[in-house]
């Protein structure tokens, strides 16, 4: 089964060892609580497993020129490969992927892929890259299954018993953290955000002003071990069904929990997203509350407005293509004070249809911003395109399927990260804790590589992975098998310097990063 993320895999992993009553192997980097039955198949070998849950991108690297990806594509052959949240593989994800489906076809391996939010597009070039067939026609469904069996596609309709009815609501960003301690009183609440500065800047606003015995902050950007932390009081505090045991509780996250994760809150508050991101945020409010007709709030952080209404979406995180934050902004704000779901799903995915056009009383400024951010996002596709189609193996029908070792092999193409391992330092003395009680000793002893693997943190910035990178690391260091791709950070008075930035570390807030310019 393959998961958008290590957080959803183990979630998943979890939920079907309790449902099963047996061990799952988990199919991904950085496993953790392997049983002893289970060690054999690590690394590539996970694959071979009878039954795996991963992370999507090992499935993805058997489409691929890494090493060993015929044994990746081995341990998939005639299986059944489940893959959930497929909504959220980006442009460069999603055309692996399709040449994925290819060769799964071919190893006769039966293929399941789920989401809430597939266009009628994205269906169509699943169906056509498995089945081979372009041009084909059928009655779309949604909410639907379709289904490719003995040649045929066929499409079978969902009967749906419950609906849930959103007030959607615009709000400042000033408004935000006193908005959510104050609907806290009576229900739980979840700010998602769209990048980690958002989450920490919310975060030290909300615990300024109440504390933070009842806020929590999750993102990628903490140590594993109190990352580790916060995901089991999340799943303990926010897991449906215990929505009266968190009442009062406020949580500030980035996008991890939007998918997968079987959270329920009663109050949601978003920066602005690609909508299908936004229905899956949704998602997670009053998750599986009782009733046929379920009422909720949503909250939508208002984006600026600047001269002939053009909303600065960009502001909203440069994650997500401008022009689809526009679209999604300009259908919400014009068409929608209420959500009623599922009901209103396939009109709200009608966004990234062709037939989503301006309304003709636009300004001359939006009618501009359109066409470029328009004229950007059809060109960074075609681009991403092109390079999942180099980067991945040749059709099954060609005589070659490999282009060449040289090709670079990666899944994702996201901001450059590196790992790095706090050492904290006092009078000349490296400590590899914040009470500085344990100074760093070589070699490195296998305690000692436990307790600085637990203080691993990933760090995704251009800039400060390119210096990292570049720093001396003593040989014992990079003979520690756990620290062999860590770079260590040497922190002073609570703060580093990389370059032109200062991180400051925290244990709660994580890594912030200031540019000192």
């Not at 996970?46 to 691929?64: C, E, K, N, P």
């Not at 909303?311 to 259908?331: E, M, W």
């Amino acid at each position: 089964m393959a998961m958008p993320t290590r957080l959803t895999s183990d979630a998943m992993r979890e939920r079907i060892e309790a449902l099963l009553n047996i061990p799952v192997v988990p199919v991904y980097s950085g496993k953790k609580n392997i049983p002893d039955s289970l060690k054999w198949f690590k690394g590539r070998r996970a694959l071979l497993s009878q039954l795996g849950v991963g992370t999507i991108d090992q499935a993805l690297l058997s489409a691929m020129p890494s090493p060993y990806f015929f044994l990746r594509m081995l341990g998939l052959t005639n299986k059944v490969v489940v893959f959930d949240e497929i909504h959220a593989l980006d442009m460069y994800m999603s055309g692996v992927f399709f040449r994925l489906l290819q060769w799964l076809r071919l190893v006769d391996a039966s293929v399941i892929v789920m989401t809430a939010t597939l266009t009628e597009d994205m269906e169509r070039k699943i169906i056509e890259a498995y089945t081979g067939r372009k041009g084909e026609t059928w009655d779309m469904v949604n909410p639907g299954i379709t289904v490719f069996n003995n040649d045929v596609i066929t499409s079978y309709p969902i009967e749906i018993k419950h609906h849930k009815r959103i007030k959607v609501t615009f709000i400042d960003i000033e408004n935000v953290s006193a908005t959510a301690l104050e609907k806290s009183r009576d229900t739980n609440v979840c700010i998602m955000c769209n990048t980690i500065d958002q989450a920490q800047s919310l975060y030290e606003e909300t615990v300024k002003k109440a504390g933070s015995s009842n806020v929590y902050l999750l993102h990628s950007r903490l140590e594993k071990r109190v990352r580790s932390k916060v995901e089991e009081d999340v799943m303990r505090l926010f897991a449906s069904g215990t929505a009266s045991g968190a009442k009062g509780s406020v949580l500030i996250a980035t996008q991890i929990v939007e998918q997968s994760l079987d959270l329920s809150f009663g109050l949601l508050i978003s920066y602005l997203a690609p909508m299908d991101m936004l229905i899956q945020r949704l998602g997670r409010l009053k998750r599986h509350s009782k009733g046929k007709n379920v009422e909720a709030d949503f909250y939508v952080i208002q984006p600026e407005i600047t001269n002939g209404g053009v909303p600065r979406v960009d502001l909203a995180g440069r994650i997500y293509p401008q022009h689809l934050l526009l679209r999604t902004y300009l259908k919400l704000k014009n068409e929608y004070q209420y959500i009623t779901l599922p009901d209103d799903t396939n009109d709200l995915m009608s966004v990234y249809g062709k037939k989503c056009v301006l309304h003709g009383n636009a300004s001359e400024e939006l009618v501009a911003y359109w066409k470029a951010t328009y004229n950007m996002w059809r060109s960074s596709y075609l681009k991403l395109r092109q390079r999942a189609d180099i980067n991945s193996l040749f059709p099954p029908n060609e005589e070659e399927y490999v282009r060449g070792s040289e090709i670079p092999v990666t899944t994702r193409l996201g901001i450059p990260s590196v790992q790095v391992c706090c050492l904290y330092r006092e009078k000349g003395i490296l400590y590899v804790d914040r009470e500085k009680t344990t100074a760093l000793t070589y070699p490195i002893s296998d305690e000692l590589a436990e307790h600085l693997e637990g203080a691993i943190i990933s760090i995704s910035h251009p800039t400060i992975t390119r210096l990292m990178k570049q720093t001396h690391r003593d040989p014992e260091w990079v003979r520690c098998r756990p620290l062999r791709y860590v770079y260590p950070l040497i922190v002073e008075n609570g703060q580093a310097d990389v370059g032109d930035y200062r991180l400051y570390v925290e244990k709660d807030l994580g890594v912030k990063i200031v540019n000192n310019k």
